[in-house]
């Protein structure tokens, strides 16, 4: 492993991470970055590193080329992780549960996740929509198909 980039904190920055560690309550990873922080300031290489944060050497790496370039804050910090968005809106999810409590097709029993993903591409509710979209989405609202009652009373 080779140093990409070079960590050089002044003492304010060291004295607010050493305070940081001590002080605040971080979660694991939040203390894993600045512990690593720490001792690449002190000129250790990326493999003692590893063996003393327990960190992957592509973590230090990353941390390492981050602080380089876009300074301390950004370093000290975490990436906000937007996830996914949602594959179907309100409307859609409506429509779909709506086509699952109604008859199942000629030749079927029951609506399986298959046949409503297809339903749905059909009558143009969604572009496209995987069967476990779908199967997620009935999980969600707690539908049953295999009820004979599919309404809000269960008589």
Same mark, same amino acid.
């Given at each position: 492993?080779?140093?990409?980039?070079?960590?050089?904190l002044t003492e304010e920055?060291?004295?607010?991470?050493?305070?940081?560690?001590?002080?605040?309550?971080? /979660?694991? !990873?939040?203390?894993?970055?600045?512990?690593?922080?720490? $001792?690449?300031?002190?000129?250790?290489?990326?493999?003692?590193?590893?063996?003393?944060?327990?960190?992957?050497?592509? /973590?230090? @790496?990353?941390? !390492?080329?981050?602080?380089?370039?876009?300074?301390?804050?950004?370093?000290? /910090? @975490?990436?906000?992780?937007?996830?996914?968005?949602?594959?179907?809106?309100?409307?859609? @999810?409506? $429509?779909?549960?709506?086509?699952?409590?109604?008859?199942?097709?000629?030749?079927?029993?029951?609506?399986?996740?298959?046949?409503?993903?297809?339903?749905?591409?059909?009558?143009?509710?969604?572009?496209?929509? *995987?069967?476990?979209?779908?199967?997620? $989405?009935?999980?969600? /609202?707690?539908?049953?198909?295999?009820? *004979?009652?599919?309404?809000?009373?269960?008589?």
């Open positions: 492993m080779r140093q990409t980039a070079f960590v050089r920055q060291r004295l607010e991470l050493t305070q940081r560690l001590h002080r605040d309550a971080l /979660t694991e !990873r939040q203390r894993r970055r600045l512990h690593i922080l720490l $001792l690449a300031d002190q000129g250790q290489t990326d493999a003692q590193i590893v063996q003393a944060s327990g960190a992957s050497a592509s /973590t230090v @790496e990353r941390l !390492r080329q981050r602080f380089a370039r876009d300074g301390f804050a950004a370093a000290c /910090t @975490e990436k906000s992780r937007s996830g996914a968005p949602a594959k179907l809106d309100g409307k859609q @999810e409506a $429509l779909i549960v709506a086509l699952a409590c109604s008859d199942a097709p000629a030749g079927h029993a029951q609506w399986s996740a298959g046949l409503l993903a297809n339903r749905a591409v059909e009558l143009e509710i969604v572009e496209s929509v *995987s069967e476990s979209t779908v199967r997620r $989405l009935l999980k969600k /609202t707690r539908s049953s198909r295999g009820r *004979s009652s599919r309404g809000a009373s269960p008589k």
